[in-house]
């Protein structure tokens, strides 16, 4: 499966990472480094992470990572997983699935 990272997601990830580097340059590389490796994961196991709370549809699903929540979407058809969004899991956003 391909993985797809949407201009939202690129945008909420930016926002974290400069969030981050305000206190620590190194801690916010290795979020990046380490929140990468972990998007890697998802094509051999797609529905390792439990369904995401912000929708029901069974192809959303979430992955937390240091206090953050990432969403994506399996797309079989496409052979796709789409990284949609990250945000602090006590901060979510409105339309999280939009």
């Not at 990272?5 to 340059?25: G, H, M, V």
């Not at 992470?49 to 399996?74: A, C, M, P």
């Not at 990284?83 to 339309?95: G, Q, V, Y």
């Amino acid at each position: 499966m391909q993985i797809r990272k949407t201009k939202r997601y690129q945008k909420d990830l930016s926002d974290i990472l400069i969030y981050i580097a305000k206190d620590k340059i190194t801690a916010s590389k290795n979020f990046r480094k380490e929140i990468d490796k972990r998007i890697q994961t998802i094509p051999n196991f797609p529905y390792q992470y439990k369904q995401s709370i912000y929708s029901n549809d069974k192809n959303i699903r979430e992955l937390t990572f240091k206090g953050y929540t990432l969403v994506y979407r399996v797309n079989k058809d496409k052979n796709l997983i789409e990284i949609l969004t990250i945000f602090n899991r006590n901060k979510p956003k409105d339309n999280i699935i939009a």
